[in-house]
């Protein structure tokens, strides 16, 4: 790269690091990667500490998360220069800073507002209520069905577009490192496409389209209608124990046993209904689990 005001080539240099010489054997990327985590640079360990921080409470500390400059300070300062501090501390180790904000209090504040906090979006003095990321959302019905869902890559070759079996059977969708993948269902539910850099394109609000796919998409109720999944195992085990298997179904999808009025109702309709439509009333029932909010959000 020439410079415009010299006109002469321009070294390869990382911001505020020192140039690197045109003739150096090491990988330009190296050099890159020890500067960026390097403890004389505190820019990287700001961003990402906000960006995990964001992840688990919603709200970043600083916000937007890609808008990091002097002049949008963070709502904590305190807190996420020793959140920052911790991470360069732990060697950049993520998994000790995310073990530090799940344990703390902050995190495991209740959702239900009160009357002083009800109007706080910043302060963290409760937890806000966010809605799955849409691979965390994906992966929870496959889990919950014993039905993988498949990813098939988008290749372009010259003006030819054609899909390949590149990711093999049994990848979540969490595990996905590039956006060409077609999945209508991560698409609807706003997973990033990388078409420009900026987070924003991210998005997790509600949409009718969503709402329409949940109610008659394919993703979930194919996912429900496939034969041998687990619903049908749960339909075999527990023939003479209908109990148990709502136990099955509620802990495996909302971690917690039904409440009495849930249970006494779904079992009334188990009575009530023939024994070759249980599968059908099953079916009925994951999908209202699957389609309440306390399975779609985190709370």
């Excluded at 209520?129 to 919950?144: C, G, I, T």
């Excluded at 969490?174 to 060409?180: G, H, K, M, V």
């Excluded at 209608?225 to 023939?239: H, I, P, V, Y």
Aim: contains cysteine.
């Amino acid at each position: 790269m020439i410079q415009p005001r010299t006109g002469k080539p321009q070294p390869p240099t990382p911001l505020d690091a020192k140039p690197l010489p045109f003739d150096a054997p090491a990988d330009r990327r190296e050099y890159l990667a020890d500067w960026l985590v390097s403890r004389d640079n505190p820019l990287f360990a700001r961003s990402i500490t906000n960006r995990v921080w964001r992840n688990f409470m919603g709200v970043g500390l600083v916000e937007q998360v890609d808008d990091m400059r002097r002049s949008n300070p963070a709502s904590n300062e305190e807190l996420l220069q020793a959140s920052a501090d911790y991470l360069v501390d732990s060697d950049f180790n993520l998994k000790a800073l995310m073990r530090q904000i799940l344990q703390s209090e902050t995190y495991q504040r209740s959702s239900r507002p009160l009357d002083k906090n009800d109007g706080d979006t910043g302060n963290y003095s409760r937890y806000y209520p966010k809605r799955l990321m849409a691979e965390v959302l994906l992966d929870a019905v496959s889990q919950v069905t014993a039905v993988p869902s498949e990813f098939n890559k988008i290749v372009f070759s010259g003006a030819d577009v054609r899909d390949t079996d590149f990711y093999p059977a049994g990848t979540r969708a969490i595990e996905l490192y590039d956006a060409a993948v077609q999945s209508y269902f991560l698409q609807t539910f706003g997973r990033h496409q990388r078409r420009i850099t900026c987070e924003c394109e991210r998005s997790d609000e509600p949409s009718m389209v969503q709402v329409l796919h949940i109610s008659n998409g394919t993703t979930i109720n194919g996912k429900l209608q496939t034969k041998d999944n687990q619903l049908d195992r749960w339909l075999n085990d527990f023939k003479d124990d209908r109990s148990a298997l709502l136990d099955e179904l509620f802990l495996s999808s909302l971690s917690r046993y039904p409440a009495e009025h849930e249970r006494s109702a779904m079992l009334q309709l188990f009575g009530e209904t023939k024994p070759e439509e249980h599968r059908e009333l099953l079916e009925d029932m994951a999908w209202g689990i699957f389609s309440s909010r306390e399975f779609l959000f985190n709370h």
